[in-house]
């Protein structure tokens, strides 16, 4: 049978002490105790790992049963308490990022803050055939202001081309911008604001190199009223 040191390895495959220190918030003295004298965390410690790790405390502490157990799942229900079926929705993450201040790509390896449901036959609708690459972030800033405002919420489907006329995020070097795009021909593209005040420039496809690229297209937009 393993021992805890080794079922608690298991849960964290190939970190190091450090990592799995930091995680479930143990000082390298009290991590050591455990790792090399054999001792055993505190309650709250094991609390700490379940809740990162969903495992079995028991299991955890001895070795016995199931190290996931199967737990009932609630059903799902609307605010009016109706019944819903959770898989007749597509769930999509929503990032810390903001188009108009962004950091070189959509996600950027960070987690994201939460997913938000929409409904898969909605969004099967728009992109077929299959649902895939879609990430929601907000705008910030007054260059769409009238079409996208500061602050508004934004459904983005990633690709790195330009299929028809659209709203898009896109890079300029170290910049996420979301823009209006109109394909021009020569593979010449006008980047297009609403408000005046930013003027038109034109981004040649396929010669931007490092300095820029197509992050998505702007499928649905949600606002604070």
Not at 128 to 155: A, F, H, Q, W
Request: negative net charge; contains cysteine.
């Amino acid at each position: 049978m393993q021992t805890f040191k080794e079922r608690l390895a298991s849960l964290w495959p190939g970190e190091r002490q450090a990592k799995i220190a930091a995680d479930i918030d143990m000082t390298m003295a009290g991590f050591s105790r455990i790792w090399h004298d054999g001792g055993l965390p505190k309650a709250e410690t094991l609390k700490r790992i379940k809740e990162l790790k969903g495992c079995s405390i028991d299991w955890l502490l001895t070795g016995e049963g199931e190290p996931f157990p199967v737990q009932a799942v609630e059903p799902a229900h609307d605010t009016l308490g109706n019944p819903v079926n959770a898989d007749d929705f597509v769930y999509v993450p929503r990032y810390a990022i903001e188009a108009a201040a962004g950091y070189g790509s959509l996600v950027n390896n960070e987690e994201p803050l939460f997913t938000m449901a929409f409904r898969k036959d909605w969004i099967n609708s728009m992109i077929n055939p299959e649902v895939r690459g879609l990430s929601v972030i907000s705008v910030k800033g007054d260059s769409m202001e009238g079409v996208l405002n500061d602050g508004d919420t934004i459904l983005v489907q990633q690709m790195n081309n330009i299929r028809r006329d659209g709203l898009y995020v896109l890079r300029i070097n170290d910049n996420l911008l979301v823009k209006r795009l109109q394909l021009m021909p020569g593979n010449v593209v006008n980047v297009i604001s609403a408000n005046d005040a930013y003027p038109a420039f034109q981004i040649q496809l396929g010669a931007m190199g490092e300095d820029g690229q197509i992050i998505g297209k702007v499928l649905w937009f949600g606002r604070y009223l």
